[in-house]
């Protein structure tokens, strides 16, 4: 396995709420800025949301007040809770950590600020 392992995802109706879980191994997740990306079919990865050394978060506006990063220092886990969730939403997630970094800052949804990258795991929501 990679240092980061996704879980959490599944397929909901539309307004359902869904838990993604990232577990990081080899290196203390809470240290770094850790992001959450998605991506659809014929897009682009984009960001969705990012937390950092000092908890402090970032969200796309798509899913500002819908979801929620955060993580737990002692299971060395970093979380993304998804309520109200639109057939939008629908895609894999994947997430990411930037090893080199301790604050997320500008340019958090930047792919290539971060270091490493878990398999993904599929969202799929149904209207």
């Known amino acids: 396995q990679g240092p980061l392992v996704e879980s959490g995802g599944g397929a909901v109706q539309s307004g359902g709420s869904l838990r993604l879980s990232c577990a990081a191994s080899?290196?203390?997740?809470?240290?770094?800025?850790m992001g959450w990306f998605r991506q659809a079919p014929g897009r682009e990865r984009e960001g969705v949301a990012a937390?950092?050394?000092?908890?402090?978060?970032s969200y796309a506006d798509s899913v500002k007040g819908r979801f929620t990063i955060s993580r737990d220092s002692a299971k060395n886990t970093v979380y993304l809770q998804m309520n109200s969730l639109k057939p939008e939403d629908t895609a894999m997630y994947y997430c990411?950590?930037?090893?080199?970094?301790?604050?997320?800052?500008?340019?958090?949804?930047?792919?290539?600020?971060?270091?490493?990258w878990g398999q993904g795991t599929q969202v799929t929501v149904s209207s």
């Open positions: 990411a950590t930037a090893t080199d970094r301790s604050s997320c800052g500008g340019s958090w949804n930047y792919v290539w600020r971060y270091s490493y």
């Open positions: 080899g290196y203390t997740s809470s240290s770094n800025c």
């Open positions: 937390i950092d050394s000092d908890g402090s978060t």
